[in-house]
């Protein structure tokens, strides 16, 4: 094999079983005598792969009957803005909890069309941490409470899904989405960029309890109105088709190695074999996260002494082991280890630290 | 070979040799061990392809260096509303010229942000014509004029560009772009969805003047601000990677092909004799558009009796020319015939049309 193991954050590394199906069709798909890129979305063809697609997604994570699952653009980025044009009345308090960089942006984006208030942050420990529960600052009245699950450059993420009462749960859930068995009846609104655990970049998943889908705060054209895009299967215009066939293969592919259960399972193992390698590397390598926010997906470590950060990614780039230089926020190095990425490539990339430690005294 | 010749209006064929590049490439792109959807968009592999797409697209449109070309989501539909959001204050008049169903669309989509007029409409005779520029009511002090070169539906297109004074004219180029030669210093803004001459869909492409991009009417999130996509290279956030790698792909191959002057060509060609098959048959097909404003890029046309539609459909499609069928609103069939449609494709058609008109008399 010629492929490397892929740590990319994202867009990140696809299964290659996905990737091989997604070749061997792209001339002709489906008997389409054409590719899935060079058919209407609206014929009979592509709606079945489309609904089969949501099918899949809904059996995954157990999508209750009351919520819309839509396949959109513009990336999560987007949507820290479309969500509050489309959710809050103007000046109205929307929460935000933030624990790294993707939900500062979030926060930010929001300010044209809601009043974002920060109900908590770990800008102080560096975003090592989620601030307790105890201390967040919410309001009742707020038009809902967004947080981010998984930040993807600080490698801090919630192991357990947040009670916010009755204010709408809104999550980014870009880099852990299908990672393991979420309760979806928990969140008023979970959205995803694709381009981590889902497929190619350019599409976005989104699944919304129609409620909150009912919300009418101002005036919009059609094409920002969620409303619409759930009224017409997100057909409302033409789709990215190509990331939603590649989201279908994937969901097929979940299903085929066990459901999110499985996922789960290797998800875990996978980060306590990279974690240990870290931890008993005798301060070789540090992850400064706190263990009880550790993220499974994305793990930013350190050497001990940043001179070494060259020679270890050459070396590592030598090996195989691709993309693994850190975020330039944090510096340092950073594996991702999103669903495509199986056990034997955390191995490779442990036994590699292991020997490069040895190597560099 | 089992690929038929398709005839869709979007999405729409793509160039044989440019799905066979990209299906070589497809787990192992260009020496990076991974697919082109598993890099970072932020790589030094990745950013010297999205450059050479754009220097690529530049000399082959030959645009100037006060343009910016910008690689954008959310389909032309976006566009139509977020266009006015960016250029027009509340309640400024900006000129549409309504000659079929997609002008009429975003006309609609920008009357949030902006004071839409129908300037001129050629909706009285069933958008088979083209308003005469005489008959225009521009207003000079609106924010721009904005009209569609080509209506796909309709088939109707403008064979030279309207003359429209000091305000800058825009152009959802989106079915004829990349088609034949076309001064781009006569628009202040060009846009495209993908989907028919460009790549996938999912993907816009937008030639915008920089004077235009300074304007800012109002409060936006940045991820709506045009300038704030060209202040970073349209990667603001993760681009619709596989679409912008899709894209530079054909515009590799169109310069392979001689460019736009031969695309002209080709393109004049295949539409020639296809219409003159129609105009051939003695009333046995029929094309309802005004000569001057006949679409080469989609021909629609009706048969003498619709109630051979059905039969024409199926044995058109046993000989392997598909997606004929034309849109509900008009009815009947509809040729596309975008540039990577070779003249054999249309002269399977025009056999074929013979043939069944001699076989159903």
Redesign the interface.
Known sequence: M???W?F???????P?AV??R??EG???WNG????V?????R?KAFEAMAARAEEDLRELLNVPGDYKVLFL??????H??QIPMNLCADGQRADYIITGHWSEKAL??????AKPHAAASSATSNFTTIPARAQWQLDPNAAYVHYTPNETIHGVEFHSIPDVGDVPLIADMSSDILSRPVEVSRFGMIYA?A?KNIG????VVMIAREDLLARNPR??????RYAEHAAQNSM????????WY?AGLTFQWLREQGGLVAMEQRNREKAETLYAAIDGSNGYYRNPVEPFARSRMNVPFVLHDAALDAAFLKDAEAA?L??LKGHRAVGGMRASLYNAMPIEGVRALTGFMADFAQRHG
């Open positions: 010629t492929r490397g892929n990319s954050a994202g867009p990140a590394a696809l290659e990737l091989r997604a070749q792209l001339l002709e389409a005598r054409a590719s890129m060079e058919v209407s979305h014929g653009q513009g990336g999560a980025t987007q820290f803005a930010k984006e929001a300010s044209v069309y960029g381009q190619p970049s350019g599409l005036p919009l054209p059609k094409i920002f409302l215009n033409t789709p990215n088709t190509w990331g590649l195989g691709l993309a």
